[in-house]
């Protein structure tokens, strides 16, 4: 009985963490494809891990990388929310982004923890036959 007590505990403290995380990682994305919208490659920059910041040096990098490899990001039609998980590593949320044509695209981004908060460390492709939405 003492163990149920301490677990529920945890669980229960650890809900709202996981809560607000989940909040501010979809406010990070949010944000970021808002500033690509606007073609504002610079505060879109600003949402980029450092490790991302520094492999593409300068907004105007990083913004053609986007236009060309992730088009449905620079223009979505729709973006959804779908899966969020805390790992070790950091938290994953993945999304489905339906482009200008109404191609349905999954994706899931990486977000990472820094010093200036939580930044996006990455953007995969999830082939839509492994993905449980």
């Known amino acids: 009985m003492r163990i149920f007590a301490i677990l529920w505990f945890i669980v229960i403290l650890g809900s709202p963490l996981a809560a607000g995380e989940k909040e501010d990682v979809q406010a990070i994305i949010n944000g970021q494809i808002e500033a690509f919208q606007q073609d504002d490659f610079v ?3 600003t949402y980029a891990s450092p490790s991302i910041r520094s492999m593409f040096g300068t907004p105007e990098n990083f913004g053609k990388m986007v236009q060309r490899g992730y088009p449905m990001v620079w223009r979505p039609k729709d973006v959804r929310f779908l899966d969020f998980e805390s790992t070790p590593a950091g938290l994953i949320q993945s999304l489905q982004i339906v482009d200008q044509s109404g191609k349905v695209h ?25 993905f449980s939405a």
């Not at 990472?112 to 999830?126: A, E, L, Y």
């Open 43 to 45: 505060a879109a920059f």
């Open 106 to 130: 999954y994706l899931r981004y990486f977000v990472v923890s820094t010093s200036k908060g939580w930044k996006i460390s990455g953007v995969q492709f999830i082939n839509p036959a492994e």
